[in-house]
């Protein structure tokens, strides 16, 4: 499980004290209170992920994501491109990357088991020799399908 407000306090603190003075800002600019609550909404919106419990499984279908008992499930045909970082992994279903590709896409936070992840990872994706990853902290890599 993956809970960045009790795991990680400050780094999730501080995302959330940017996303207020943001919104307060957006009130203080346009004095209209509906811009600071709009700027709130599409903040929350997007930080969902820092103040919401998210639990993962790794399996054989792929990568299940569980917040609240809504499920979304990620085929590991579906991943096409891996970008590591320093505390987790990226895994996004397009083949290059985007600005707004880790919306659509599926963070692992290592927790203490990054070698357990990415020997999941080497399994299923290196072991359906269908896409390589390249592990370069803060590098993305393609996931290339060979013919």
Do not use: C
């Given at each position: ?8 306090p400050?780094?999730?603190?501080l995302?959330?004290s940017l996303a207020a003075?943001?919104s307060w800002?957006?009130?203080w ?5 509906a811009?600071?609550?709009v700027?709130?909404a599409?903040?929350a ?5 820092t ?12 990568v299940?994501q569980?917040?609240l008992?809504?499920r979304?499930?990620?085929?590991w045909?579906a ?6 970082r320093?505390d987790g992994?990226v895994l996004?279903?397009?083949a290059?990357p985007?600005p707004l590709?880790?919306?659509r ?5 290592w927790?203490?088991?990054?070698e357990?992840?990415m020997?999941n990872l080497?399994f299923?994706l ?5 896409p390589?990853?390249?592990?370069t902290h803060?590098r993305?890599?393609?996931v290339e399908?060979?013919p």
């Amino acid at each position: 499980m993956d809970w960045p407000l009790r795991d990680r306090p400050v780094g999730s603190s501080l995302a959330l004290s940017l996303a207020a003075g943001a919104s307060w800002l957006a009130v203080w600019a346009t004095e209209n209170a509906a811009a600071g609550g709009v700027v709130a909404a599409l903040l929350a919106v997007t930080l969902w992920r820092t103040w919401l419990p998210v639990q993962y499984q790794l399996g054989a279908d792929g990568v299940t994501q569980s917040v609240l008992g809504w499920r979304r499930r990620l085929a590991w045909t579906a991943i096409w491109h891996v970008d590591t970082r320093s505390d987790g992994v990226v895994l996004l279903p397009d083949a290059t990357p985007t600005p707004l590709g880790p919306l659509r896409g599926v963070y692992l936070h290592w927790g203490g088991q990054r070698e357990a992840v990415m020997a999941n990872l080497d399994f299923y994706l290196l072991g359906r020799r269908e896409p390589a990853i390249g592990s370069t902290h803060g590098r993305a890599a393609a996931v290339e399908k060979s013919p």
